[in-house]
């Protein structure tokens, strides 16, 4: 079977089309023919040689969206067309392959409204959005930014956000272009912060309330900004660094507010948790509260540079590989 490997984790450079033997069942995983895989910040950060554990060779891809060949029994009999993320692709071979054998428990049943390369853009973004407002504590009436309209993470809670009953589901673009587009999109609580300070821009949407949970995959400088914008008994989720893995922090933004910080490891999250965030999206992908925006495709063969336009053009939406 074709798939694109990291040879040396040595940048773009590094993946090559090879061809590879077709994984055998073994008992709990099923066959998926791949259909569509993700492009994550995370395939970059292995490429680079920057994530702990990860070893080269490696094909990448931990998401994607497939049909079942085998083994998926009678919740995911043959032809299911079915979506999944997992350690596939940072810890063990992924979905940048014609043909990936799943764990049973991290299959899901794609909707029949939604495509395969939707789909395939939607487990890493949309599980660990929900997760993430989960365990902040998220219920309707609450206030949350997730900065990064334009970016996975940022762009899922704050649709989840929204389609759960928040407040307010504020987000961030540091691009002028990027502000515009997400307002096209329906987006009207975006904080341009080419115009202004984001802490700014949440007190001025919120009437100076602030944010009762901030989830940001960005790190660096909007960390910082974004533990300045807590609301009384307030909490930041940290899961990504884009941005950087380094920031500062004022300790006062955290004690006089009385708010609290955490990290999410999604690795690291007890499969009821999983599943329980499944039967969230999967609901509101059904009735269509919640859409998941692709912005450009690119074939298999062409992974290097559809992680390279990911990175380097940091598009509005999600890239997906064609398979």
């Not at 350690?87 to 049973?104: M, Q």
Request: proline share 4%.
């Amino acid at each position: 079977m074709r798939a694109m490997r990291a040879e040396t984790f040595s940048g773009y450079e590094g993946l090559k089309l090879i061809d590879l033997p077709k994984p055998a069942v073994t008992k709990g995983k099923v066959m998926v023919r791949m259909t569509a895989a993700g492009v994550t910040p995370l395939d970059h950060t292995i490429l680079s040689g920057k994530f702990h554990g990860s070893k080269a060779p490696l094909v990448l891809g931990n998401e994607g969206a497939g049909v079942v060949e085998q083994g998926g029994g009678t919740d995911f009999p043959a032809e299911s067309r079915v979506m999944f993320f997992g350690t596939y692709g940072a810890f063990e071979n992924g979905t940048d392959s014609e043909w990936v054998a799943v764990r049973k428990e991290d299959l899901c049943l794609i909707p029949d409204n939604v495509d395969d390369v939707s789909a395939a853009g939607i487990p890493v973004a949309y599980l660990t959005a929900q997760v993430a407002l989960t365990l902040a504590g998220f219920r309707a009436g609450k206030t949350v930014l997730a900065p990064a309209i334009g970016g996975s993470i940022g762009n899922a809670v704050t649709q989840l956000a929204r389609a759960l009953g928040a407040k307010h589901a504020t987000s961030s673009t540091t691009n002028h272009a990027k502000a515009e587009q997400a307002k096209a999109l329906g987006f009207n609580e975006v904080i341009d912060t080419s115009l202004e300070k984001l802490g700014d821009g949440v007190r001025r949407i919120t009437s100076g309330y602030g944010a009762d949970i901030v989830i940001d995959g960005i790190g660096g400088e909007v960390l910082s900004e974004a533990l300045g914008v807590l609301a009384l008994g307030g909490s930041l989720t940290t899961l990504g660094y884009s941005a950087s893995r380094k920031t500062t922090i004022d300790v006062t933004n955290l004690i006089v507010p009385q708010a609290s910080i955490r990290g999410l490891n999604m690795f690291a999250q007890p499969q009821a948790v999983i599943t329980d965030a499944w039967n969230v999206i999967v609901s509101l992908l059904k009735s269509g509260a919640i859409k998941p925006i692709v912005t450009k495709s690119f074939p298999l063969v062409e992974a290097a540079a559809a992680l390279r336009y990911l990175i380097e053009g940091r598009p509005f939406g999600r890239v997906v590989l064609t398979i």
